[in-house]
């Protein structure tokens, strides 16, 4: 599969660009009754994601390409099928290949509609 399915690319469920922290990023939120958001991101072009912390604690899955996340002086690359946890408050940023698409979970509300 090269793209997530069309139900969870719902034009309704668009994160706005502002709330993004990688530039040319596409991707989708659904909230949690509990606050919790999941997220679905592609990035066609690859790039690097800014240094960012969350209040809440972060878990994300790779489901195509790589991303290598940069955290407490170290690069972590996380393939296909590898997942990794950020706890909060941990500031993190990171970079993605062309083509990387990831499925997040957050403990709080992370991104907005736009």
């Given at each position: 599969?090269?793209?997530?399915p069309?139900?969870?690319?719902?034009?309704?469920?668009?994160?706005?660009?502002?709330?993004?922290?990688?530039?040319?990023?596409?991707?989708y939120?659904?909230?949690?009754?509990?606050?919790?958001?999941?997220?679905?991101?592609?990035?066609p072009?690859?790039?690097?994601?800014?240094?960012?912390?969350?209040?809440?604690?972060?878990?994300?899955?790779?489901?195509?390409?790589?991303?290598?996340v940069i955290?407490e002086?170290?690069?972590?690359?996380?393939?296909?099928?590898?997942?990794?946890?950020?706890?909060?408050?941990?500031?993190?940023?990171?970079?993605?290949?062309?083509?990387t698409?990831?499925?997040?979970?957050?403990?709080?509300k992370?991104?907005?509609?736009?």
């Amino acid at each position: 599969m090269e793209e997530f399915p069309g139900f969870m690319r719902n034009p309704a469920n668009k994160i706005a660009a502002e709330t993004q922290y990688t530039s040319g990023i596409e991707g989708y939120v659904f909230d949690g009754a509990d606050g919790s958001q999941m997220a679905f991101w592609t990035n066609p072009k690859g790039g690097i994601s800014a240094e960012h912390t969350h209040d809440y604690d972060e878990y994300f899955v790779v489901v195509q390409g790589q991303y290598t996340v940069i955290m407490e002086g170290g690069r972590i690359p996380v393939s296909v099928g590898e997942e990794i946890f950020i706890p909060k408050g941990t500031p993190h940023s990171g970079e993605s290949l062309p083509g990387t698409r990831t499925i997040h979970a957050f403990g709080g509300k992370r991104a907005k509609r736009g």
